[in-house]
């Protein structure tokens, strides 16, 4: 099956400084990159996502870029804001009859104002 | 509107207790889910909903008994549970069960077993 790797597991960061976080994934037939934040007490919120015709995509403050030969895709947190700070997931959908989707193992990211 | 609403909150029972907790979509999505999550883990999927058919079943005990009496709601009736049954169960729905459709979650029962 799919396996995802995702570093770093915490990550602080200085109110303004940017925050990067990286995934790797095994199976190459993968076409949906999603980006989970989860706030504490709350469900996974989708921030931002790719799939695998694409290889960058920009939503204000958040980037996530894709590269499919080396099989990782990073998130890229610029400005940082204290409300930034949450747990993150990176996630991978198969491309099978039915979408499973395996998540990363989650960042701890702290934006200290 | 992307809401996905579950009830209850939070939820204690013993292991000899019966419950059921609630998922409810009106965004017209026709695949819902059903994952667990354990503390500073991620999301672990159990169930698979797709046109109101169970399609996946991730070989969750059968004290987990998942139920979609209709396309805007989904129900997990949970039965001699055991403690380390205790977590965080999330519902999540998403337009169409394809390997591109984003999955939109609630924001989970907290569920103590006792």
């Known amino acids: 099956g799919e396996n995802v790797e995702q570093h770093p597991s915490t990550l602080s960061v200085q109110e303004g400084d940017s925050a990067v976080i990286k995934c790797t994934y095994s199976d190459s037939a993968s076409n949906y990159f999603p980006w989970y934040k989860q706030e504490l007490g709350k469900g996974p919120q989708l921030i931002i996502d790719i799939r695998s015709n694409v290889g960058e995509k920009k939503d204000q403050r958040i980037a996530v870029t894709l590269n499919k030969t080396a099989k990782h895709f990073s998130l890229h947190i610029t400005e940082t804001q204290p409300e930034d700070s949450a747990v993150y997931f990176c996630?991978?959908?198969?491309?099978?009859?039915?979408?499973?989707?395996?998540f990363g193992t989650g960042t701890k990211l702290q934006v200290i104002p | 509107d992307t809401e996905v609403t579950q009830t209850p909150k939070h939820l204690v029972m013993g292991m000899t207790n019966k419950k059921s907790l609630k998922c409810e979509q009106h965004?017209?999505?026709?695949?819902m889910y059903w994952y667990k999550q354990k503390a500073k883990k991620p999301p672990e999927l159990m169930f698979v909903?797709?046109?109101?058919?169970?399609?996946i079943n991730e070989s969750v005990p059968s004290r987990f008994s998942p139920e979609c009496p209709n396309s805007s709601l989904l129900n997990l009736h949970l039965h001699a549970l055991q403690p380390e049954d205790s977590a965080l169960y999330l519902c999540?729905?998403?337009?169409?069960?394809?390997?591109?459709?984003?999955?939109?979650f609630g924001p989970g029962t907290r569920l103590t077993v006792l």
């Open positions: 965004m017209g999505h026709r695949a």
């Open positions: 996630a991978v959908s198969n491309s099978g009859g039915y979408q499973k989707v395996t």
């Open positions: 999540a729905s998403s337009q169409v069960q394809t390997s591109t459709d984003t999955q939109y």
């Open positions: 909903y797709s046109y109101e058919k169970l399609s």
